[in-house]
Nanobody, 124 residues
């Protein structure tokens, strides 16, 4: 499975972006998907996660109420809608697919496939 992340860009604080994670070579509906952010000089961390079976979602506290995940199985794509963006959201964002158990969803090693990063820059 190959993942293609896109949708990043430069936006002012308070603005919105929609990131896309499009899969090829396999069905993304068969995998849990995580979106990770990596700011300069910092470790990559999970910001949003959608489970494979029941679609249960999880968000890091800093993005709850602002970011929303969705799946479009027809397009084999998972989206991350990012609203009310803040300068601290500035980072490279990566999508990943795998079958982690719930307690391992934050572990990078739990994912089989990674997309390339898409850069999000939020100006103040």
């Amino acid at each position: 499975v190959q993942l293609q992340a896109s949708g990043g860009g430069l936006v002012q604080a308070g603005g919105s972006l929609r990131l896309s994670c499009a899969a090829s070579g396999g069905s993304l509906r068969d995998y849990a998907v995580g979106w990770f952010k990596q700011a300069p000089g910092k470790e990559r961390e999970l910001v949003a996660f959608i489970r494979v079976n029941n679609g249960q979602m999880d968000y890091v506290d800093s993005v709850k109420g602002r970011f929303t995940l969705s799946r479009d199985n027809a397009r084999n794509t998972v989206y991350l809608q990012m609203n009310s963006l803040k300068p601290e959201d500035t980072a490279d964002y990566y999508c990943a697919a795998g079958r982690p158990i719930w307690s391992s969803r934050k572990n990078l090693g739990s994912y089989y496939y990674w997309g390339q990063g898409t850069q999000v820059t939020v100006s103040s």
